[in-house]
């Protein structure tokens, strides 16, 4: 079947745009938006090549290719910020003109014999999920008759942006790139293997953030996770504000979860209770759905890297050990069998050891990575098992006193629930379905409306799970409050990182990109410089009212919630002023994190 839709010319045509435009991490597009769509592009373009060689190409297969990268260059203009977009649409031009002629071809002629006018031959799991979240690329594509039209030509077809809603993006665009001298970092709320997390001030803005350093000898993982959390607009997913390197760390600047973390959380307070498991659960599942959705397999997912906000809810951050595969929307289904779901990637990256340990958080890597048969997105669901199992014990269901025993375990133990407290049968059943040693017959990897459905998450309504009010919200004194983070200490005023100058490498100098909320925020600072020129004593009730608004308007929808409380309503503190607040706060912080260690161990 293969043969026929794609001729010899057409395939080289296809292999030279790849290696033409191979994405490299030092060469790709200086924004995270525009790099991980040329990312995602040419992984999609390598999937047809493979397809073609295994003869497995279809006519359903190319028309719905097509069909997503056009949705996917669309959602890229939207949320892209800084500089030209011209040099992507290029590539897909390319593309889409080697793939749109046997496309059409092929249409034509199944129609013609009757095989798809009526519809007979669609795939049950092109049905659309009933379940589906409305945050996902799917969804959003499929509810929108305008993107699903698929024009008879190429991508100038595609309608360009008017000119009033273009003035209207240009006029959000910051007056000038992102660079370390915008904040003032204050205090080290987190570390980990590449690098360390900073509450950071925004000096112009007057909002607090999470800054992370990262060694330049993070390499491309840095790139990707930048990628990632630039392009991706999921209310559980960690959000970015940019990034930019300095002369010795690449710097991302993300929104700060002032609730700590579900390992912290698990530290103080033990086991959870079943409902806020549940939600906790779910909210973590509709995130890695997401990222499936884009081809981005998380790798280290853990309690660690599930934050808490003011709100109660959680947001899945830390993808320094992602790895992208092909994008494949869970509504557009490619006849895959779960082999090739489960062994994606057959690079042996998993086999390359980092401190003498696996790819991922050893007590939460699945069998497959251990025994190196290669792996794919069901690694994912294998940590959500291991979540679980600690969200409701307390404890994680394989472990051993050494690494070697922990793998032995992973690979040949069987769960067992002789454990206090014991969880729900209906957990347990879903915890034992999500920790199956054959990633081919593990829960999840044909679908995850197969977690969803699952008895025990009856009743959660995924499309609006952050308007659920959470069993347990942090009692967060202020949006710069560290008490419920990892470390609580204070460190030197004057940090070796406050003071960097411009990083003259050019080896790093497109790792410099914005985001829409960056945008949104300089446009909404602006607006209120504008409307509410007075000086500080000159603040009534009724401007940090108005003030409050608009910040609520600069929030992006993956970050936005009705309750929002953690918006600053006071005027703008000069230098010093900001400086004793946060001294001040993290005095206040090391008080209440003491208070709460010495009621632990009451308890």
Not at 66 to 76: E, G, K, V
Not at 430 to 449: H, M, S, V, W
Not at 463 to 490: E, G, M, R, W
Request: hydrophobic content about 35%; some cysteine; glycine content about 6%.
């Amino acid at each position: 079947m293969a043969d026929y839709l794609l001729d010899k010319h057409q395939v080289d045509a296809l292999w030279g745009i790849v290696l033409n435009n191979f994405p490299d991490f030092e060469l790709l597009p200086p924004d995270g938006v525009l790099s991980f769509t040329h990312r995602l592009v040419m992984g999609l373009v390598k999937d047809c090549l493979n397809k073609y060689h295994r003869g497995q190409l279809t006519s359903e297969y190319l028309s719905d290719l097509i069909q997503n990268i056009r949705t996917l260059l669309q959602q890229a203009e939207t949320r892209f910020q800084n500089g030209d977009f011209s040099s992507i649409k290029e590539i897909v031009q390319k593309v889409l003109s080697v793939l749109e002629g046997p496309a059409r071809s092929s249409e034509r002629l199944e129609t013609a014999e009757g095989d798809t006018e009526d519809g007979q031959n669609l795939h049950p799991e092109m049905i659309p999920d009933p379940n589906t979240s409305q945050r996902d690329l799917s969804s959003d594509l499929t509810t929108d008759p305008t993107v699903l039209a698929i024009p008879d030509s190429g991508i100038h077809e595609i309608p360009e942006i008017q000119e009033p809603a273009a003035g209207a993006i240009e006029s959000l665009i910051p007056a000038r790139m992102p660079h370390i001298s915008d904040f003032k970092t204050s205090k080290l709320i987190g570390a980990g293997g590449f690098g360390s997390v900073y509450l950071a001030r925004h000096k112009d803005l007057h909002q607090t953030f999470a800054m992370k350093k990262l060694t330049k000898g993070a390499g491309d993982g840095a790139y990707l996770e930048r990628d990632i959390l630039t392009f991706s607009d999921c209310s559980f997913v960690a959000s970015m504000l940019c990034s930019f390197p300095s002369t010795s760390h690449l710097c991302m600047v993300m929104e700060y979860a002032e609730g700590g973390d579900c390992q912290t959380l698990l530290n103080t307070r033990g086991p959870l209770s079943v409902p806020l498991a549940r939600l906790y659960f779910a909210e973590a599942v509709v995130a890695v759905e997401y990222l499936h959705s884009y081809g981005v397999v998380h790798r280290d997912l853990k309690p660690r890297n599930l934050l808490i906000t003011s709100t109660g809810h959680i947001k899945v951050t830390d993808f320094g050990l992602s790895k992208l595969g092909v994008m494949i929307p869970k509504n557009n289904i490619y006849n895959q069998s779960a082999e090739e779901i489960s062994r994606e990637f057959r690079d042996h990256e998993v086999g390359i050891t980092y401190r003498n340990a696996v790819c991922g958080t050893l007590r939460y890597v699945a069998p497959e990575v251990i025994l190196r048969k290669g792996y794919g997105r069901p690694v994912d669901w294998w940590s959500m098992g291991i979540i679980l199992h600690q969200f409701l014990v307390g404890s994680v269901p394989f472990d051993g006193k050494t690494r070697t025993e922990i793998k032995e375990n992973i690979v040949g133990g069987h769960l067992r629930w002789d454990c206090e407290p014991i969880p729900p049968f209906d957990a347990q059943c879903l915890i034992t379905d999500l920790l199956i040693k054959n990633p081919e017959q593990r829960l999840g990897t044909a679908g995850t409306f197969e977690i969803k459905s699952h008895p025990f998450l009856t009743g959660l309504d995924f499309d609006n799970l952050v308007s659920q009010k959470p069993d347990y919200v942090p009692q967060v004194a202020s949006n710069v409050d560290t008490s419920f983070s990892i470390n609580h200490y204070n460190i030197n005023k004057h940090l070796e990182s406050e003071d960097e100058e411009d990083n003259e490498s050019f080896k790093y100098k497109n790792f410099t990109s914005s985001s829409e909320w960056l945008s949104k925020l300089c446009t909404t600072a602006t607006r209120i410089n504008n409307e509410d020129p007075k000086s500080p004593a000159e603040f009534t009730q009724t401007s940090c009212t108005n003030i409050l608004e608009m910040q609520k308007e600069s929030v992006p929808a993956s970050i936005r919630d009705d309750d929002i409380t953690s918006l600053p309503c006071s005027p703008p503190l000069s230098e010093n002023e900001a400086h004793e607040e946060i001294e001040q706060q993290n005095s206040d912080n090391e008080e209440m994190g003491e208070r709460r260690e010495d009621t632990k161990q009451i308890l």
